[in-house]
């Protein structure tokens, strides 16, 4: 042998039973750990995020709370302002006094106007606004900045607001004297005493000042720079019902900036979701897109707590990065895991120390057990001193031997016991096959009438049959189910289709038919067996069918519609002697088909115990006909189609059988 290609002998079993078990218990204490550190980690990552929430929204609140005390003074000075100014719309002179008023009583207001409509008062011209502007603490300027070149009457704001109908905070802007300034303003319509608007008066502040009401950065107040990223720091932001910022850490944002434009200008479709989230509600926390995803502002991972400012239809939102909530999570996640994997490790070592000791017997135990299934029998197996399982089993397999040869010899004779029955039922299987039509087209020579039929048995051999011949020019036809199923049932529609074979020879008349049938069935039926049959004599050169049914399903009749051929409830044949029964008749139309059917089909079941039903059968009938394809052929092949997905795979428990006869009508 070459010895470059030499292998060593691999041993059959190279892993024990011990090692394997060591190994499955060890998978199953895995899973389980693995399982409930999910649920903790899973539950901790929960409680992180509510409580994350909880406090986000604690200290918006806070926040919140000093932005609308200013707010609200702002507006109360405003409206409080509003009965003086009507009460002396008829002395102008006294206009930029009461501006200087209001700005002098109010630290947060930066500047107010009052601004008239066009040569309101003729001696001031068409521009009149009488403005006060706070400069320091304690110098106020007042002028009128009323001028063609300062042309407000045709402005947005102004337009705007001579249509409304109180006051209300307008869009921000910058000042526009030193265009520099941002400011926001509190406008409120002046009516005069025929309630006509004549004056906007508007109150500005500038955004920083809101800004100094709100400590921009949550416990860092350093400012804002370049380097700055939404990772590092949390913190606040005010937007307008435009999503224009007022207040952001970064100053070029303000009024610049459109937290809608944003959120467009990116591919993910987090931040579309929380902007979305904070203009439609009221208040509330959003910390992720869905389950898998969370909010992404500037690239990064956050956490927004947002509420509506009272009196204005502004939003403040509180921006935290998950930066700091990661690090704490993973920190005692960690820890955890860690000691979960060392518990891991030392029940692995112990535990594959024990199961060995205690599974060595099973391999002394396993070679006899090799020996054994060779066929040597009397091979010695070996003692073991534990009185326990291992024990049981050495007595069982000792129990086995001596049993085996037995075995063996019986499974002999019944094999081949079994295989002998198996070759008797395929020939009676093939003789019972052989006594149904199974050329079709049966007539091929005939244009009159076109038959199919086919019978798929539950067992190697069943009892439904059907049959069919042409005497006189007429056909006749049966179609029946014996009861029960196997052997008793085939012998005894053996018999039936003979008798229904040699009375139909002599007899034309399907009443007669079937009673003579029934007599020479109920004669010495000692096993009480009967069959429902369905027998009928069709003139081929008229189209009319006599037909007589004994107990059995309907047939259909698919021509100018589908719908049940009216059946008389006459008994199955051998039950009762001398019984008389009732035959039928109706006139065909050509191209009418006959569908035949036993109750293998309607009551064909499904894994849930669901039939077929008649339902089914008229609903594939109805399709056919539609498109005029209801020859036998295709009625029979898509019945047994529809028959067969609903079952889908269960279990056949009656035989099914099918015959469909289409009579075309005499051809000119």
Same mark, same amino acid.
């Given at each position: 042998?070459?010895?470059?290609?030499?292998?060593?002998?691999?041993?059959?079993?190279?892993?024990?039973?011990?090692?394997?078990?060591?190994?499955?218990?060890?998978?199953?204490?895995?899973?389980?750990?693995?399982?409930?550190?999910?649920?903790?980690?899973?539950?901790?990552?929960?409680?992180?995020?509510?409580?994350?929430?909880?406090?986000?929204?604690?200290?918006?609140?806070?926040?919140?709370?000093?932005?609308?005390?200013?707010?609200?003074?702002?507006?109360?000075?405003?409206?409080?302002?509003?009965?003086?100014?009507?009460?002396?719309?008829?002395?102008?002179?006294?206009?930029?006094?009461?501006?200087?008023?209001?700005?002098?009583?109010?630290?947060?207001?930066?500047?107010?106007?009052?601004?008239?409509?066009?040569?309101?008062?003729?001696?001031?011209?068409?521009?009149?606004?009488?403005?006060?502007?706070?400069?320091?603490?304690?110098?106020?300027?007042?002028?009128?900045?009323?001028?063609?070149?300062?042309?407000?009457?045709?402005?947005?704001?102004?337009?705007?607001?001579?249509?409304?109908?109180?006051?209300?905070?307008?869009?921000?802007?910058?000042?526009?004297?030193?265009?520099?300034?941002?400011?926001?303003?509190?406008?409120?319509?002046?009516?005069?005493?025929?309630?006509?608007?004549?004056?906007?008066?508007?109150?500005?502040?500038?955004?920083?000042?809101?800004?100094?009401?709100?400590?921009?950065? @949550?416990?860092?107040? &350093?400012?804002?720079?370049? #380097?700055? =990223? *939404?990772?590092? %720091?949390?913190?606040?932001?005010?937007? $307008?019902?435009?999503?224009?910022?007022?207040?952001?850490?970064?100053?070029?944002?303000?009024?610049?900036?459109?937290?809608?434009?944003?959120?467009?200008?990116?591919?993910?479709?987090?931040?579309?979701?929380?902007?979305?989230?904070?203009?439609?509600?009221?208040?509330?926390?959003?910390?992720?897109?869905?389950?898998?995803?969370?909010?992404?502002?500037?690239?990064?991972?956050?956490?927004?707590?947002?509420?509506?400012?009272?009196?204005?239809?502004?939003?403040?939102?509180?921006?935290?990065?998950?930066?700091?909530?990661?690090?704490?999570?993973?920190?005692?996640?960690?820890?955890?895991?860690?000691?979960?994997?060392?518990?891991?490790?030392?029940? @692995?070592?112990?535990? &594959?120390?024990?199961?060995? #000791?205690? =599974? *060595?017997?099973? %391999?002394?135990?396993?070679?006899?057990? $090799?020996?054994?299934?060779?066929?040597?029998?009397?091979?010695?197996?070996?003692?073991?001193?534990?009185?326990?399982?291992?024990?049981?089993?050495?007595?069982?397999?000792?129990?086995?031997?001596?049993?085996?040869?037995?075995?063996?010899?019986?499974?002999?004779?019944?094999?081949?016991?079994?295989?002998?029955?198996?070759?008797?039922?395929?020939?009676?299987?093939?003789?019972?096959?052989?006594?149904?039509?199974?050329?079709?087209?049966?007539?091929?020579?005939?244009?009159?009438?076109?038959?199919?039929?086919?019978?798929?048995?539950?067992?190697?051999?069943?009892?439904?049959?059907?049959?069919?011949?042409?005497?006189?020019?007429?056909?006749?036809?049966?179609?029946?189910?014996?009861?029960?199923?196997?052997?008793?049932?085939?012998?005894?529609?053996?018999?039936?289709?003979?008798?229904?074979?040699?009375?139909?020879?002599?007899?034309?008349?399907?009443?007669?038919?079937?009673?003579?049938?029934?007599?020479?069935?109920?004669?010495?039926?000692?096993?009480?067996?009967?069959?429902?049959?369905?027998?009928?004599?069709?003139?081929?050169?008229?189209?009319?069918?006599?037909?007589?049914?004994?107990?059995?399903?309907?047939?259909?009749?698919?021509?100018?519609?589908?719908?049940?051929?009216?059946?008389?409830?006459?008994?199955?044949?051998?039950?009762?002697?001398?019984?008389?029964?009732?035959?039928?008749?109706?006139?065909?139309?050509?191209?009418?088909?006959?569908?035949?059917?036993?109750?293998?089909?309607?009551?064909?079941?499904?894994?849930?115990?669901?039939?077929?039903?008649?339902?089914?059968?008229?609903?594939?009938?109805?399709?056919?006909?539609?498109?005029?394809?209801?020859?036998?052929?295709?009625?029979?092949?898509?019945?047994?189609?529809?028959?067969?997905?609903?079952?889908?795979?269960?279990?056949?428990?009656?035989?099914?059988?099918?015959?469909?006869?289409?009579?075309?009508?005499?051809?000119?």
């Amino acid at each position: 042998m070459n010895i470059f290609f030499w292998k060593k002998n691999q041993k059959p079993y190279p892993r024990s039973f011990a090692k394997r078990l060591t190994w499955r218990i060890m998978l199953t204490l895995f899973i389980v750990m693995g399982f409930t550190s999910v649920i903790i980690v899973s539950i901790g990552w929960i409680m992180t995020v509510v409580a994350g929430g909880a406090l986000m929204k604690f200290h918006l609140d806070n926040q919140a709370n000093g932005v609308e005390k200013v707010l609200t003074e702002v507006c109360v000075a405003t409206v409080n302002a509003v009965p003086y100014i009507e009460d002396n719309l008829q002395r102008p002179d006294r206009m930029q006094g009461i501006m200087k008023r209001i700005v002098e009583q109010n630290p947060h207001i930066r500047s107010c106007g009052l601004s008239f409509v066009d040569n309101y008062y003729p001696q001031k011209g068409h521009w009149f606004c009488p403005y006060a502007q706070r400069r320091d603490s304690d110098q106020i300027e007042v002028m009128n900045i009323g001028s063609q070149q300062e042309n407000y009457l045709k402005a947005e704001w102004f337009q705007e607001a001579l249509k409304a109908q109180e006051g209300y905070w307008a869009k921000p802007f910058f000042d526009g004297l030193d265009h520099q300034t941002p400011l926001v303003s509190y406008l409120m319509p002046i009516r005069d005493e025929r309630d006509s608007t004549v004056a906007v008066l508007g109150v500005d502040i500038t955004l920083e000042s809101l800004a100094s009401e709100i400590s921009l950065f @949550f416990y860092n107040d &350093r400012p804002y720079d370049e #380097k700055w =990223s *939404a990772e590092q %720091r949390a913190y606040y932001f005010i937007v $307008d019902s435009t999503g224009t910022f007022l207040v952001h850490p970064n100053e070029k944002y303000l009024i610049r900036q459109n937290l809608f434009d944003m959120a467009k200008q990116t591919a993910d479709v987090s931040d579309d979701y929380a902007v979305d989230k904070i203009f439609h509600d009221e208040s509330g926390y959003v910390y992720g897109y869905d389950a898998f995803n969370s909010v992404k502002i500037d690239s990064s991972e956050v956490a927004i707590a947002y509420k509506s400012i009272e009196h204005t239809p502004w939003k403040m939102g509180f921006v935290f990065p998950y930066y700091y909530v990661n690090i704490l999570f993973y920190v005692v996640a960690g820890l955890f895991l860690f000691f979960i994997l060392l518990g891991l490790l030392v029940v @692995f070592f112990v535990g &594959r120390r024990s199961i060995k #000791k205690t =599974s *060595a017997p099973l %391999r002394q135990l396993a070679v006899s057990a $090799d020996e054994v299934a060779k066929g040597n029998f009397e091979t010695h197996l070996p003692n073991i001193k534990s009185r326990d399982e291992i024990h049981q089993l050495r007595d069982s397999f000792e129990n086995m031997q001596q049993s085996l040869t037995r075995y063996v010899d019986e499974l002999r004779d019944t094999t081949a016991q079994k295989a002998a029955m198996e070759s008797e039922l395929k020939i009676a299987h093939d003789i019972q096959m052989s006594m149904l039509p199974k050329t079709f087209p049966p007539y091929p020579e005939r244009d009159d009438i076109d038959i199919y039929g086919t019978l798929t048995p539950a067992k190697a051999v069943g009892g439904d049959l059907f049959d069919f011949y042409i005497r006189d020019n007429q056909l006749f036809f049966c179609i029946g189910d014996v009861s029960g199923k196997g052997i008793p049932a085939s012998m005894f529609m053996a018999v039936t289709r003979s008798l229904f074979r040699n009375i139909s020879a002599h007899v034309a008349y399907p009443e007669r038919i079937a009673y003579s049938l029934n007599n020479a069935l109920t004669e010495g039926n000692e096993t009480n067996m009967f069959v429902t049959l369905f027998t009928g004599v069709l003139d081929l050169a008229t189209g009319h069918l006599c037909y007589c049914n004994a107990g059995h399903n309907a047939p259909l009749l698919v021509g100018r519609d589908v719908g049940e051929l009216p059946c008389q409830p006459n008994l199955p044949l051998g039950i009762m002697g001398e019984f008389q029964f009732e035959a039928q008749e109706v006139d065909l139309d050509p191209d009418t088909t006959i569908f035949l059917f036993t109750d293998g089909l309607n009551e064909a079941e499904n894994a849930f115990h669901e039939q077929f039903g008649d339902e089914r059968i008229a609903k594939v009938a109805n399709r056919l006909l539609a498109t005029h394809e209801h020859q036998p052929i295709n009625i029979t092949y898509e019945m047994y189609q529809a028959v067969h997905n609903f079952v889908n795979g269960a279990e056949q428990s009656d035989d099914l059988t099918m015959l469909a006869i289409q009579y075309k009508g005499v051809r000119s």
